[in-house]
């Protein structure tokens, strides 16, 4: 049976204009879908347009020119908050995510007053995120305490407080050692498993971490996809070999 089409990313342009003369083509005509259910990895080198896509994505960024359309719908000129509140859409940054002068308790206690309504029900969804992560040792401690594993165990369960149908992770193994890496693999895997019509979107630049737990992947380099499928597909494809080795292999 067919997946239902979450997110559907049309067209999109996007240049940053550094002054009257010199503009950034960030991204070209780049068209993508997401299904539900999915983990999607977005793979590319540095400054390929990953971050800028999922600002867009979130309605931080405009673009210059196409769609960003959920469940059908076009968000374009839907604002962030409405976004996160009514299409459960919700975005990991590349860095920080924590308020890092505030506790893991007191971060959450931050997002949950400005994404749930009801008082006990704030409470309830910080408990169970504490535990889900077991943040328990933590929670009383300031994120810049923490360590690179830890902040992005508090980073995530801020961005699930809303419960996102459209989870967007930007590369979020980067700075990790194996272990917390694969550690983090676990938990992505788990929120896939835990709801089946949640789709989480993983970039990276690296294909290693990634590919190992996407469903389906795409490459974006010099503003084109150059591959996309399976991670079988991507692997094999002779163009995105350029960008990950010859002796790149996935289990
Ligand atoms: P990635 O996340 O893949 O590293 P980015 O989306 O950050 O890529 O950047 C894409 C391109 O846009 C790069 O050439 C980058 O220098 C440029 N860029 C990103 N943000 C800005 C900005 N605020 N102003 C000008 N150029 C930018
Ligand atoms: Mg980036």
Redesign the pocket.
């Known amino acids: 049976m067919n997946k239902k089409n979450v997110l559907y990313v049309k067209d999109l342009n996007?240049n940053?204009?550094?002054n009257s003369s010199k503009s950034?083509?960030?991204?070209k005509n780049l068209n993508l879908e997401v299904n539900e259910g999915e983990i999607f990895g977005l793979l590319?080198?540095?400054?390929?347009?990953?971050?800028?896509?999922?600002?867009i994505i979130c309605g931080i960024l405009s673009p210059n020119y196409g769609d960003v359309i959920i469940n059908g719908i076009n968000v374009n000129k839907i604002p962030v908050f409405e976004r996160v509140q009514k299409y459960g859409i919700s975005l990991i940054p590349?860095t920080g995510g924590t308020f890092s002068g505030l506790s893991c308790i007191e971060n959450l206690k931050a997002i949950s007053e400005i994404v749930i309504e009801k008082k006990n029900e704030r409470n309830y969804k910080i408990e169970e995120m504490i535990s889900k992560f077991q943040l328990e040792p933590h929670a009383h401690t300031k994120c810049c305490e923490l360590s690179g594993g830890s902040k992005k165990k508090v980073a995530i369960a801020m961005a699930l407080m809303s419960s996102p149908t459209i989870l967007l992770m930007?590369?979020p193994f980067a700075f990790l050692d194996i272990l917390t890496v694969r550690d983090l693999q676990e938990t992505i895997v788990n929120l896939q498993t835990e709801d089946s019509s949640r789709c989480i979107i993983i970039?990276d630049?690296s294909a290693r971490e990634l590919l190992g737990i996407s469903d389906r992947a795409l490459v974006?380099a010099n503003k084109k996809i150059v591959a996309q499928g399976s991670p079988r597909e991507v692997i094999d494809s002779p163009s995105a070999r350029i960008y990950f080795g010859d002796s790149f292999k996935i289990n």
Do not use: M, R
């Open positions: 996007k940053y204009s550094k950034v083509h960030a991204i590319g080198p540095n400054g390929s347009g990953k971050s800028t896509l999922f600002n590349q930007d590369e970039s630049h974006l």
